[in-house]
């Protein structure tokens, strides 16, 4: 049960990270909605994640009542999806240093896991769409994210919602020196570090019930 409630926290923490943006940022990467590691995260590159998601929701919902309502109830869908392309170059980071490492093995283990439970392979995808924003392309990506934080958390003898696992990412967001284009926000290195067990996206994933997630 443990390890199934802290499979998903990583994208619940995308959610927690919304409220502690500040006004701080830097203009001087023209072009690019985040800088990580001197790596460009440009706004065309994020924008094609968006348009990714919207096109599965539409695919998804075909009413355009229904469709109008479901883009409004994501209206923040941009920044959390440029929080989640950061969050996963910062993971990576940590889990590099670290020597943690995630094999394609590993990653079908899961989804074929998480598709048992949801009913399906399309079940799964559906579920990832509509809670968590992550297109189908993407989930195998998510998952890889997933990995590497149970993992990580693993390597550090602790678990992915105490302070000992947000330590080392606030390390490697330090590193990376990671750097918003001050219209999504800033990536605060201390705070951003932090799971709200407030935030709704958690006591979900919390309250789950069913078998652990087996790698």
């Known amino acids: ?29 023209p072009g690019a909605a985040a800088v990580v590691g001197g790596q460009r995260i440009t706004v065309a590159q994020l924008q094609s994640r968006v348009d990714e998601v919207r096109r599965a929701q539409r695919a998804a ?3 355009d009542t229904q ?7 994501t209206s923040s869908l941009t920044r959390d ?19 943690v490492t995630v094999t394609p093995k590993e990653i079908q283990q899961m989804r074929a896991e998480l598709a048992r439970q949801a009913g399906g392979g399309k079940g799964l995808e559906t579920a ?30 602790t678990d992915t919602t105490r302070p000992a696992f947000w330590q080392a990412l ?11 284009n001050p219209r999504y926000g ?16 958690l ?7 069913g078998q652990p997630i087996t790698t």
């Open 81 to 99: 999806t440029l929080h989640n392309m950061v969050l996963d170059r910062v993971l990576h980071r940590a889990a590099r240093d670290k020597g």
């Open 61 to 63: 919902v075909p009413d």
């Open 186 to 201: 800033a990536w605060d290195v201390q705070k951003s570090s932090r799971v709200d067990a407030k935030t709704p996206w």
């Open 67 to 73: 469709y109008q309502q479901v883009v409004s109830s």
């Open 1 to 29: 049960m443990h390890r199934r409630r802290t499979a998903l926290v990583l994208t619940a923490a995308i959610a927690a990270a919304a409220p502690l943006l500040t006004a701080c940022g830097s203009e001087a990467h």
């Open 128 to 157: 990832w769409l509509q809670k968590y924003g992550i297109a189908p392309a993407r989930l195998d990506d998510n998952l890889r994210l997933q990995l590497e934080a149970q993992k990580l958390a693993a390597k550090l003898g």
């Open 170 to 180: 606030s390390k490697a967001s330090a590193e990376l020196r990671v750097d918003l």
């Open 203 to 209: 006591r979900e994933v919390t309250a789950q019930a």
